[in-house]
């Protein structure tokens, strides 16, 4: 399956909403999610990585990752998932998003993410019917420990990576709106799980 193509169309997959030019327009200037739950409930959460095809780098600019994040953040809400963690590199990205009872299919949501995103990033490098994702890993969450663990990986995914000290200046992250909007005992908690032992593909 070609992550890039159009998705199918059953009625169950339909996003009446989901229009770039909705998007746009439901963005100022970014579309925060609410505040995050921090604990697993009835609801299934997933930890998902995606890379771009051949791991290039082809978000390499800040107006890309505006562009992506922004379209992760609108998708994200117009499918039904909460984003509780996010962030997004020039070659991958890495989100934990909680799914609601009458959220849309998890695949479906990052196929048509995919899909636009990939169109508009090829507008912005005239580069027309170039792939630009490979493909996605998803784990379903369901010990605490994996839960909270991967949530500070997330928010300090930048760090790891070297392009920044501390996980809140890098901007195209959740660390900076995590600690806004959590509580200073969430993000306690939280930024106290350690990272080093947390097994992800993410050699980018």
Known sequence: MNPDSDPPPPDRFKLPSVRLVDLK?????????HAPVHRLAENSVYFVTASTLHQ????NTSKKRDLFERLLLAFAKASGWQLEAWAVMDNHYH???RGRHDSNNLGEFLHRLHGVSARELNKLD??????????????????QHSYLARLNY???????????????????????WFER???????????????DRVKVEDDF
């Open 95 to 97: 989100i934990v998003a």
């Open 126 to 143: 005239n580069a027309p019917d170039r792939q630009v994702w490979f493909n996605f890993r998803d784990t379903e969450l369901t010990l």
């Open 56 to 59: 290039k780098h082809l978000f």
């Open 181 to 195: 909007v959590a509580s200073p005992a969430q993000v306690k908690l939280i930024y106290g799980f350690k990272i």
């Open 25 to 33: 327009s439901q963005m100022p200037p970014k579309d925060w999610p």
């Open 154 to 176: 997330v928010h300090q995914n930048a760090v790891k990576h070297k392009l920044v000290p501390v996980a809140n200046q890098y901007p195209w992250c959740s660390a900076a």
